[in-house]
């Protein structure tokens, strides 16, 4: 069964940095895209970055461009994303996806497998 797990979020000061980490179990993570969402309380779930099955084709949403960085590791099942310079407008809960598909989408309806999420709060 196909499944999802996030890690590594928390409260961090404005300015901070907070890895999260995807891990994956059930499925071969070679053949799928993972995307990064957020969503903030009273908002949409939002894209936030995307990286393709052979890490070929990154993809950022503007407000986290030269701030997040997205990256994976196959042989252990992973896909991480590396935030600096964090400000509270990030403070959400954080999900990563997974696409059947090599390359990314900008849908999120074409990612069909989710995890269960991970709070980041950004605040002094």
């Known amino acids: 069964q196909l499944q999802l797990v996030e890690s590594g979020g928390g409260l961090v000061q404005p300015g901070g940095s907070l890895r999260l980490s995807c891990a994956a179990s059930g499925f071969t993570l070679d053949f799928y895209a993972i995307g990064w969402f957020r969503q903030a309380p009273g908002k949409e779930r939002e894209g936030v970055s995307c990286?393709?099955?052979?890490?070929?084709?990154?993809n950022y949403a503007d407000s986290v461009k030269g701030r997040f960085t997205i990256s994976r590791d196959n042989a252990k099942k992973k896909v991480y994303l590396q935030m600096s310079s964090l400000k509270p407008e990030d403070t959400a809960i954080y999900y990563c996806a997974a696409r059947g598909n090599y390359y990314c989408s900008d849908y999120l309806a074409d990612f069909g497998s989710w995890g269960q999420g991970t709070q980041v709060t950004v605040s002094s």
């Open positions: 990286i393709s099955s052979n890490s070929e084709t990154t």
